[in-house]
């Protein structure tokens, strides 16, 4: 069975920059039939899509997150990740690494709460 | 970026009452080309990750229940729970995948 399981600091300081790792396992991560990507939800609010990757490196963004975003597939390590720089509060939210399967989202890791603060 | 509302944002239900809960898009997410909606619906229980109930408008996820039906076309799009079990007390969330960035309802929350 597919799991996905979020890894990074739970503590960023604004401006600084937000590093998650997700580790994929029960399937390949290397499969043309699934794109990688990221979910964030701040505390008591809706669900807002980040970005996505497929392993061959077709990528997709969210353009109100695009120019501080980066993400990456390690078909090696079956791991992807994130990045998003000059984080601020409203960057606090819970995360989620999650696989597409033709848009829809069929596998979710757990979610890592990330906090923003001095 | 494509809205998508839903409604009501909360709904009260007896054991084994009737759930429908409702979503309407800005655009249209049947381009007609493969004959599908790109619309899915996630359950979200406190403490847990979403998970995938419908896709394409209205197939059901493997392992889903046969009480979650999704319907609808174009632009509303409906869920319905036929038989409100407790399990079912959650949040729940349409969603877009039809344009980038990819978009979801505000949720709506069924109680008992």
């Known amino acids: 069975q597919m799991q996905l399981l979020e890894a990074g600091p739970g503590l960023v300081k604004p401006s600084e920059t937000l590093s998650l790792t997700c580790s994929v396992s029960g399937g390949a991560i290397s499969s043309a039939s699934y794109y990688w990507g990221w979910i964030r939800q701040p505390p008591g609010k809706g669900l807002e899509w980040i970005a996505a990757?497929?392993?061959?490196?077709?990528?997709f963004h969210n353009p109100s997150l695009r120019s501080r975003v980066t993400i990456s597939v390690d078909t090696s390590r079956g791991q992807f990740s994130l990045q998003l720089t000059s984080v601020t509060a409203s960057d606090t939210a819970f995360y989620y690494c999650?696989?597409?399967?033709?848009?829809?989202?069929?596998?979710w890791g757990q979610g890592t709460l990330v906090t923003v603060t001095a | 970026d494509i809205v998508l509302t839903q409604s009501p944002d909360s709904l009260a239900v007896s054991l084994g009452e009737r759930a429908t809960i409702n979503c309407r898009s800005t655009h249209d997410l049947f381009p007609g080309s493969n004959n599908k909606n790109y619309v899915a619906w996630y359950k979200h229980k406190p403490g847990q990750p979403p998970q995938l109930l419908i896709y394409?408008?209205?197939t059901r996820e493997s392992g889903v229940p046969d009480r979650f039906h999704g319907s609808g076309s174009g632009t509303d799009f409906t869920l319905t729970i036929t038989s409100v079990q407790a399990e079912d007390v959650a949040l729940y969330y349409c969603q877009q995948y039809y344009f980038i960035p990819y978009t979801f309802g505000q949720g709506t929350r069924v109680e008992i």
């Open positions: 394409w408008a209205s």
């Open positions: 990757m497929s392993y061959s490196g077709d990528t």
């Open positions: 999650v696989r597409h399967r033709s848009g829809s989202v069929d596998s």
